[in-house]
C-alpha cells in the first residue's frame, strides 16, 4: 500500500487554482522531491498531508500505520513545514525535551545526539529567540528526525544552511533513505534534488506530474 495517496484532490484560494483533481501515491521506503515556482503550492500541498488545510474536492489517505489512535493525522511522520513554533525564552535542547516529553519514544541521550549529528551544540545556553536563521533550521531538522520516524516531510530542508551544513544534512538524509524511511521533501537547489531523490514530482498546471 502507498504510505500517501493523493486522489484527484483540488485546492484553491480566492479563485487561485493551486491543484485541480491531482493525484499522486507515494511508495515506501522512496525518496520523492516535489518541485515547482514560488507560489506553486509546494507548501500548502504538504499542510494538506499532514491535515493542517483540508482539500476542498478529492481525499487524501494516509497509511493507516502512521496514523495516531483517535486521530486522524499522521502523528508519526518527522515534518519541517514553516518553522515550527518554538519557545523563545527556552534552549534548542530545552524545546526539543519538551516535545519528546509528549510521546516519550526517545531519551534525552537521543535528543542531544541528533543535535549533535545536524551540528547543533546540545549545551549551547543562547535562546532559540538569539538563533540564527541556520540554527534555526539545525533545530527544525533535529525535531523532524529526533523519534526516528519512517516517513518525513520536509520542506525545504536545506533552506538557510552554509554549504558545510547542507553536506552534513544530506549525509544524514542520505542515511535515512538507506534504512528505508520514505521521505517527501521541497528544494529550489537542483543539486539538492539529483544527490537525494528517486523521483521528481513537478507541481505544473494543477496536477503533480512524474517529472520525464
Ligand atoms: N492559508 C492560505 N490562505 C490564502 N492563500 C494561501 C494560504 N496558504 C497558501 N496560500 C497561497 O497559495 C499559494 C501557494 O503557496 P505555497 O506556500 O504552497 O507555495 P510554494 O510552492 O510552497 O512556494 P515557495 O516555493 O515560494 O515556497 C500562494 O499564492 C499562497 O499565497
Not at 75 to 96: H, K, M, Q, R, S
Not at 100 to 119: F, H, N, P, Q, Y
Request: hydrophobic share 40%; charged share 30%; net charge neutral.
Amino acid at each position: 500500500m502507498a504510505v500517501v495517496e493523493l486522489i484527484d484532490v483540488s485546492k484553491r484560494f480566492h479563485g487561485n487554482v493551486l491543484f485541480d483533481s491531482a493525484s499522486l501515491s507515494i511508495a515506501e521506503g522512496r525518496t520523492y522531491a516535489i518541485v515547482g515556482p514560488n507560489g506553486s503550492g509546494k507548501s500548502v500541498l504538504f499542510k494538506m498531508i499532514c491535515g493542517f488545510q483540508r482539500p476542498d474536492l478529492g481525499e487524501i489517505r494516509i497509511d493507516r500505520r502512521f496514523l495516531s489512535e483517535k486521530r486522524t493525522f499522521p502523528a508519526d511522520f518527522g515534518v519541517i513545514i514553516d518553522g515550527p513554533a518554538y519557545l523563545p525564552f527556552e534552549t534548542g535542547l530545552e524545546n526539543l525535551l519538551r516535545l519528546t516529553a509528549i510521546r516519550k519514544l526517545v531519551s534525552d541521550i537521543d535528543v542531544r545526539e541528533t543535535m549533535r549529528a545536524v551540528g547543533l551544540d546540545p549545551d549551547l545556553r543562547e535562546r532559540v529567540r538569539r538563533y540564527s536563521l541556520g540554527m534555526k533550521q539545525k533545530l527544525a531538522l533535529a525535531q523532524a528526525l529526533m523519534e526516528r520516524p519512517k516517513v518525513l516531510l520536509l520542506d525545504e530542508p536545506f533552506n538557510a544552511l552554509d554549504t558545510p551544513s547542507v553536506d552534513r544534512a544530506m549525509d544524514l538524509l542520505l542515511d535515512q533513505k538507506r534504512s528505508g524511511t520514505t521521505i517527501i521533501f521541497t528544494s529550489h537547489d537542483r543539486s539538492h534534488v539529483d544527490r537525494l531523490s528517486d523521483e521528481v514530482v513537478v507541481v505544473a498546471g494543477g496536477k503533480l506530474v512524474p517529472e520525464a
